[in-house]
């Protein structure tokens, strides 16, 4: 069984950091993609960044592009994302997710087939 579970969101104030893990049991990480979506108040869910260890393939969605950092640790089946420089607009909840995905496809959340609960994320201004 896929399960996914995040941690590490909570409130920091605008300009500051914070890291979110995502351990991944069931599966290992570098034989599958894996991705954060956030979802903000009333709005839907997008695409943050994703992973694809094989291949050592990256994407960001181009407002975090400099700010936050994803990575994955092998030996922990986890991946982490490093967010610095917050704003409020950051503010959402953020969900980590994974799939067998192909390099073209690792914006898209219909290539996810498991996902996270969520972690909150809030920045305050």
């Known amino acids: 069984q896929v399960k996914l579970v995040e941690s590490g969101g909570g409130l920091v104030q605008t300009g500051g950091s914070l890291r979110l893990s995502c351990v991944v049991s069931g599966r290992a990480i570098n034989r599958y993609g894996v991705a954060w979506f956030r979802q903000a108040p009333g709005k839907e869910r997008d695409f943050v960044a994703a992973l694809k260890l094989s291949g050592a393939n990256i994407r960001y969605e181009d407002s975090v592009k400099g700010r936050f950092t994803i990575s994955g640790d092998n030996a922990k089946n986890t991946v982490y994302l490093q967010m610095n420089s917050l704003r409020p607009e950051d503010t959402a909840v953020y969900y980590c997710?994974?799939?067998?995905?192909?390099?073209?496809?690792?914006?898209?959340?219909?290539?996810?087939?498991?996902w996270g609960q969520g972690t909150q994320v809030t920045v305050s201004s």
């Open positions: 997710a994974s799939g067998r995905v192909i390099t073209s496809s690792m914006t898209s959340q219909s290539a996810y087939d498991y």
